[in-house]
């Protein structure tokens, strides 16, 4: 069993960076791939951005690429989402997610455990 719980969410003009946090425990390790999805409302679950186990590159969604920036810190088993040149759109509760394989994978079925998500506001 995994729990992550996200951090960092909060209320913040456009323009403005947040950086979310990912806290992991239980049964998972550096090998595994984790990401980062959004649901706004009335939309559905998208992609933001995926990190693999070591080596295994980065991935990130269209809209997000340039502004986000994917990390993890091993040794705190904490996955982070820095985000930068935040905008209205970005507004949604934003989720972490991690599978049990190693490469980065954008689909929502791939992933075996969530977080509880943490809300981002941008205001215009």
């Known amino acids: 069993q995994v729990q992550l719980v996200e951090s960092g969410g909060g209320l913040v003009q456009a323009g403005g960076s947040l950086r979310l946090s990912c806290a992991a425990s239980?049964?998972?390790?550096?090998?595994?791939?984790m990401a980062w999805f959004r649901q706004a409302p009335g939309k559905e679950r998208e992609f933001v951005s995926a990190?693999?186990?070591?080596?295994?590159?980065?991935a990130y969604g269209d809209s997000v690429k340039g502004r986000f920036t994917i990390s993890r810190d091993n040794a705190k088993n904490t996955l982070y989402l820095q985000m930068n040149s935040l905008k209205s759109e970005d507004t949604a509760v934003y989720y972490c997610?991690?599978?049990?394989?190693?490469?980065?994978?954008?689909?929502?079925?791939?992933?075996?455990?969530w977080g509880q998500g943490t809300q981002v506001t941008v205001s215009s």
């Open positions: 990190i693999g186990g070591i080596g295994y590159g980065i």
């Open positions: 239980g049964r998972t390790s550096s090998n595994n791939a």
């Open positions: 997610a991690v599978r049990a394989g190693f490469r980065v994978a954008r689909s929502m079925s791939e992933y075996d455990y």
